[in-house]
Structures are given as structure tokens and as C-alpha cells.
């Protein structure tokens, strides 16, 4: 059975790593080995087995599972209706590598610093990762472009799923809170259905989310020492490097702007 089978693969595994005597004894460790891959094969036919019969239940709605990695996908598809395609598998991953990391940030970075410049002031004559990622998941998107000779973070982006992420974000987060909201929330509710995004793609839009506000909102810091929170007129490097590592400490607000005369 099932059950059996992964019983006798957790003790194989456990034996080889924690029995002293199998370093020296080739023999008796090839034959652990051996028993170890034979039930690998017996627990995969297992498996198949059981998930060919299977029945998926979605919403009510009862699948068979002739292709569980499409049926996945359809699944996904649902629940996370609006995710933008991001095509950089730089970004999309939940956890990314050091690169990666380390073009997030210089990307961010350069967006806080010359966010009003063509390229952010990324270098035009050679390509880092940075560059690559400010193509791929800013420039295609229309989350930066020229207006009247500028580069600005439009509040309207050109991107249809883009532009009802960050629409939604203002208007049923920031707008409705009425009071400074921190990035980590709007951070959550982006990695939540039905947005899902990545958190490597995160960092890069929420500042992108955050520049296409200047106008209109207030921007704070957190003082983690003190607590204490502190208005700045726009985010910096300060901020954007909180923004990547530390959201919960910088934060926006929506500027009310009275009408009355």
C-alpha cells in the first residue's frame, strides 16, 4: 500500500544517513541503496495508480485526472484570474536567487533615484540583469513612459491587467483606509487571490505602484528603533531599500483634497 511504501522509503533514507556502520561496509550499503531505489519505482507506480483513478473536486464541479498538470493550470487559472503574464523567470519565482535579488534591488533603486530619466539611468551602451528587468517587467507593461517629453510612472497604465491591479490597490486599499497604509499590506493583497503575484515581481511594481503617486499621496517612514513614524516628501533610496526588505516600515497615504472654498 501506499502507506507502506512511504514508511519503508522514510526508514531506507534514514538508515543511510544515520547508520555509521554502512561507511565502511560497501556491501550492506549497496543493498540499502538498491531496496532504496526498487521502492522508489514501487511507491512512483503507486502513486500513478492512485491519481489515474482519482477524482478532482473544484467548486463542485468533479475532474478526472487524465492530466493533473493541465487541470492544475486550469485550476490556477481561476483563482488567480487577474495575474499579468510576466515572462522574466528572473522575477517569477516566490523565492528568488541571489542574481536575481541583487537586479531587483538595483532596479528599485534606480527607479527611487531617477525614476524622471529615460532608462531609470541605467547604462545604454551595455545590458545588465537590472536593464533586463526594467524591459521586461516596467518599459513592455507601459509602467514607464514618456508624456510631454517626460518620463513619469503613469497612474494609468497601459497594460489592462496592470492598470485594474493598480486601480483596485488605490481604490480599495489605500483609498478606504484613510490613514497611512503600510506596503506590507498592499504587498499581501497582491500575493493574495485573484493577483498572486511573485514576490520578485512585487518589489518592483510596488515602487512602480508607489512613483505613479507622487502627487496624490503622503509618504512615511518607520523608525524601527523608535517607532517612531516620520513624513518624507518622496520616497529615496531609504525607502526603497525598506520597500524590498522591510515594507512594513514605510508606508503611503491618500492626500484628501478639500474642495470647499
Known amino acids: 500500500s501506499l502507506k507502506s511504501l512511504a514508511i519503508e522509503q522514510l526508514a531506507l533514507k534514514s538508515i543511510l544517513k544515520t547508520n555509521k556502520a554502512l561507511v565502511h561496509d560497501k556491501i550492506a550499503k549497496e543493498e540499502v541503496n538498491g531496496r532504496l531505489q526498487a521502492n522508489e519505482r514501487a511507491l512512483e507506480s503507486e502513486l500513478e495508480g492512485i491519481f489515474s483513478k482519482s477524482k478532482w473536486v473544484y467548486c463542485g464541479r468533479s475532474y478526472n485526472a487524465e492530466n493533473l498538470s493541465s487541470l492544475i493550470s486550469t485550476f490556477a487559472d481561476d483563482i488567480y484570474c487577474k495575474a499579468p503574464t510576466i515572462v522574466n523567470e528572473l522575477v517569477n519565482r516566490n523565492k528568488p536567487s541571489g542574481s536575481a535579488n541583487a537586479a531587483i534591488k538595483k532596479l528599485v533603486l534606480a527607479m527611487a533615484e531617477n525614476y524622471d530619466e529615460e ?143
Open 119 to 261: 532608462l531609470l539611468g541605467l547604462p545604454e551602451d551595455t545590458f545588465p540583469a537590472e536593464k533586463g528587468l526594467y524591459f521586461s517587467c516596467l518599459r513592455n507593461f507601459g509602467l514607464h513612459s514618456e508624456a510631454d517629453s517626460e518620463w513619469i510612472f503613469p497612474t494609468e497604465v497601459r497594460n489592462e491587467l496592470v492598470n485594474t491591479l493598480f486601480s483596485d490597490t488605490h481604490e480599495n486599499v489605500v483609498l478606504k483606509a484613510q490613514s497611512p497604509v503600510w506596503l506590507s499590506d498592499i504587498d499581501e493583497f497582491w500575493a493574495a487571490p485573484p493577483y498572486g503575484l511573485t514576490k520578485g515581481i512585487r518589489s518592483i511594481w510596488l515602487m512602480a505602484f508607489v512613483l505613479s503617486h507622487l502627487k496624490d499621496y503622503a509618504f512615511y517612514d518607520k523608525n524601527e528603533a523608535t517607532g517612531e513614524v516620520i513624513f518624507i516628501t518622496q520616497p529615496d533610496d531609504e525607502f526603497a531599500l525598506k520597500l524590498i526588505q522591510k515594507p512594513q516600515n514605510v508606508a503611503v497615504q491618500a492626500i484628501q483634497m478639500n474642495k470647499t472654498r
